[in-house]
């Protein structure tokens, strides 16, 4: 039996696609162009190979930035909620999933943390901190 596929989807809704697992890879990159493509702390990267992908809806909605100078950065983007989507990774047979976007459990966790040098300043980790369910 297949393993169940994972759905994800922008916060608008009009980008929709689907992963197959076995994923490849999953890990928090704190690189300098995953802080600032997400504008959070860090990226939440998911790797499937491209087989393992496809869209569900929305595609033609989707532009694209290839970072200029970059072997391999690009940020995918619905244009109707401006939300970052899935790419496909240039030069690799990989596409990157933001985890954010999955709307069941991948079941994988994160793997590892990279570019963990990189990490902002003002980066405290989770379990440092409170945790409340909602505003406190
Ligand atoms: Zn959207
Ligand atoms: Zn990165």
């Keep these: 039996m297949s393993p169940e596929p994972v759905m994800g989807s922008c916060p608008c809704g009009s980008v929709t696609f689907e992963v197959r697992p076995p994923l490849s890879g999953f890990r928090y990159c704190h690189c300098t162009r995953c802080r600032k493509a997400s504008g959070g702390a860090h990226a939440a990267n998911i790797f499937v190979p491209q087989g393992q992908f496809a869209w569900s809806a929305g595609e033609a ?74 505003y406190p």
């Design 61 to 134: 909605l989707i532009n694209r930035f290839d970072l200029p100078g970059a072997k391999r950065f690009s940020v995918w983007f619905c244009t109707r909620c401006g939300s970052r989507v899935p790419h496909k990774v240039r030069e690799r047979d990989d596409y990157l999933v933001p985890a954010g976007l999955l709307d069941n459990d991948p079941v994988m966790r994160p793997e590892n943390s990279i570019f963990w040098g990189s990490r902002a300043g003002w980066y405290v980790e989770p379990q440092e901190m409170p945790k409340f369910t909602e």
